[in-house]
């Protein structure tokens, strides 16, 4: 089967890697332990045990990610990982609507743990790889579907001027259920709440993994 070398080389970029371009130097690539040390299940009380198990079924990253600092506050992480749970697997928004939604946060956090394991998803549920690449460059995706065009502007409106005209409510409800509406609203603030999760615990892509965006990079 034959490849489109040019295909091949916006999906290397929608999902972090370089097509064709020098290996990144050591000095590019993030070295800092994370605030929490990371856990192994030997070592967790038997408040944290419960939820760790939970995770592990579902978690592409083991305990690491958001999980780590998670754990620290077990029932706080029990209620967080049962929200997390809906959005992600009983969303009345589609999949792929879902996870464009999430990486449309990532990147304004510029969180390469959400990056990282939401950009390979949404390729999956059918988010075209230039959407991807562009959103990752921080453009405004120009052949974006028209429900995932509705889902930019709510969502990065909401986002950045913490409110929606009714110009774009309007063009939303056009697509979207009242339920739907909803839950993409909070599927915007609770991968806020984990990117800041991230960030606070200086949680890195997991060991091996070449994080989507380097150093210098915006």
Do not use: C
């Amino acid at each position: 089967m034959k490849h489109n070398p040019a295909a091949l080389a916006v999906l290397a970029v929608a999902l972090g890697g370089a097509a064709a371009a020098p290996a990144a130097a050591a000095d590019d690539v993030a070295t800092t332990a994370p605030r929490f040390a990371p856990l192994t299940m030997d070592q967790l009380h038997p408040y944290q045990k419960p939820l760790a198990e939970q995770i592990m079924k579902v978690s592409s990253v083991g305990l690491g990610g958001p999980y780590n600092p998670l754990m620290r506050s077990p029932v706080m992480g029990q209620r967080m990982f049962d929200l997390l749970y809906y959005l992600r697997w009983n969303s009345s928004v589609p999949l792929r609507l879902n996870e464009f939604a999430i990486l449309i946060i990532g990147r304004q956090w510029r969180s390469q743990v959400e990056w990282l394991a939401h950009a390979p998803l949404a390729l999956k549920a059918g988010l075209a790889p230039e959407v991807l690449a562009e959103l990752k460059a921080q453009k405004r995706p120009a052949g974006m579907k028209p429900d995932e065009a509705v889902v930019y502007d709510f969502v990065t409106e909401l986002s950045t001027t913490h409110k929606v005209s009714d110009a774009t409510y309007a063009r939303t409800r056009q697509l979207l259920s009242e339920q739907q509406v909803v839950d993409l609203t909070t599927i915007a603030g609770t991968y806020v709440t984990v990117a800041m999760l991230l960030s606070m615990a200086e949680e890195g892509v997991p060991a091996g993994k070449e994080p989507p965006f380097k150093p210098g990079e915006p």
